[in-house]
């Protein structure tokens, strides 16, 4: 089945570690984005990538890290720096930046710091 | 800039009550896109329906039919004769050339449908 899939889905860490959270997808999508979602908001973009080997900051980038080797995997890296990295993050992908059609999304990671 | 503003937080209601899920948006565009997406338990965003700026005819989806008025920069959201498994937490987003063509989400209304 072509989708998205992100790991892990429940992940603990202390204060101080970085973490790396997984995303993959299998649609042959040009575009991948990281959101992270806070209760009772709305969806904040990290980062996101509109080809290989290139991504922009997205509109909360500070104390996180991208890479983008692969068309088909997008990484997130949550860094010492990120000042409060306890939520639920979410990856997604479309076709291509700018083409305005929908986006499809994994089931997130929840990432708690203890 | 754009903005979307879901002014309901939480809204609960009993099986069968029909309920309506408001989104209001601003944007400088003249071409623009308006989504609703699902979040059930499980997490992930469902795709609901996407509408260009151009296109004010209102659509309906078996029980879900939406409302597009620019005149008011609305895009709501009715669920007909809801049902337990429509609880979940609905965003509203938009996107255009204002934002670069990223997806600008409002907060979410959480639907809560009582048996």
């Known amino acids: 089945d072509g989708g998205i899939t992100q790991s892990p889905k429940y992940l603990f860490r202390k204060e101080g570690q970085n973490v790396t959270l997984s995303c993959e997808q299998n649609?042959?999508?040009?575009?991948m984005y990281w959101y992270r979602q806070d209760p009772g908001q709305g969806l904040r973009l990290i980062y996101y990538?509109?080809?290989?080997?290139?991504?922009q900051k997205g509109d909360i980038a500070e104390g996180y890290s991208v890479s983008r080797e692969k068309k088909e995997s997008f990484p997130l890296t949550v860094t010492s720096a990120q000042k409060n990295p306890t939520a639920f993050y979410l990856c997604a992908s479309n076709v291509a930046q700018g083409s305005a059609g929908e986006l499809f999304f994994g089931e997130g990671s929840r990432l708690t710091v203890l | 800039a754009q903005k979307v503003t879901q002014a309901q937080t939480e809204i609960s209601v009993v099986e069968k009550e029909d309920v309506t899920l408001d989104c209001v948006y601003e944007t400088r565009d003249t071409t623009y896109y308006l989504f609703w997406y699902k979040q059930p338990p499980s997490g992930e965003l469902v795709f609901l329906i996407r509408?260009?700026?151009?296109?004010?005819q209102n659509e309906i989806s078996g029980r879900y039919s939406w409302n597009f008025q620019k005149s008011t920069s609305s895009f709501n959201f009715t669920i007909t004769a809801s049902q337990v498994v429509d609880s979940a937490v609905y965003f509203c987003a938009l996107t255009g050339m204002d934002s670069s063509y990223k997806l600008i989400f409002g907060s979410g209304t959480r639907l809560l449908v009582r048996p």
């Open positions: 649609l042959n999508h040009d575009a």
């Open positions: 509408r260009n700026s151009f296109d004010e």
């Open positions: 990538s509109q080809i290989v080997n290139d991504f």
